[in-house]
């Protein structure tokens, strides 16, 4: 079950990789999380000093009056990956038209997972192309209901 999701991801970018990261939260994150009030779009993975955080995500507080004053819901958060997958994320996060984004923010038992995509942009003819596919993919669907 998804606690956030970036619905346009799939339709703006084409996804090459998927990786799956933890996320270092605050109590009261992973509260306002599971109550729905986590946003993901727009927001993106940059890698600085050996470390990835996520950037541009918005978690509303869960109950304001209980949030510390000098909380920042667009703060950038730490996330958890091996060696190995830092270090290709870093890769593909230099090279000249991939950037890295959040798909979507769910749980796995106890913990909260971020799982994020190496992605390219799509075009504009790409997008139309994504679009006529749908639509006869919903005619074919209506038509074999009938």
């Known amino acids: 079950m998804a606690l956030a999701d970036n619905s346009k991801a ?3 970018y084409e996804i090459l990789k998927t990786f799956e990261a933890g996320i270092e939260l605050f109590g009261f994150e992973v509260k306002a999380l599971k109550a729905g009030k986590g946003v993901l779009l727009g927001s993106h993975v940059i890698v600085r000093g050996g470390e990835a955080f996520l950037v541009g995500a918005s978690i509303a507080p ?7 004053e000098e909380y920042d819901s667009e703060r950038a958060r730490k996330l958890l990956l091996t060696k190995g997958e830092l270090e290709e994320i870093e890769g593909a996060e ?4 991939l950037t890295i984004i959040a798909l979507s923010v769910y749980n796995k038992g106890r913990r909260i997972k ?4 190496i992605a390219r942009g799509k075009k504009k003819y790409d997008k139309r192309e994504t679009i006529k596919k749908r639509d006869i993919e919903r005619e074919l669907g ?3 209901k009938k």
């Open 114 to 117: 971020v799982q994020i995509g």
């Open 94 to 97: 230099a090279s000249k038209g």
């Open 62 to 68: 869960y109950q304001v009056g209980n949030t510390p």
């Open 142 to 144: 209506r038509t074999l």
């Open 10 to 12: 799939r339709f703006n």
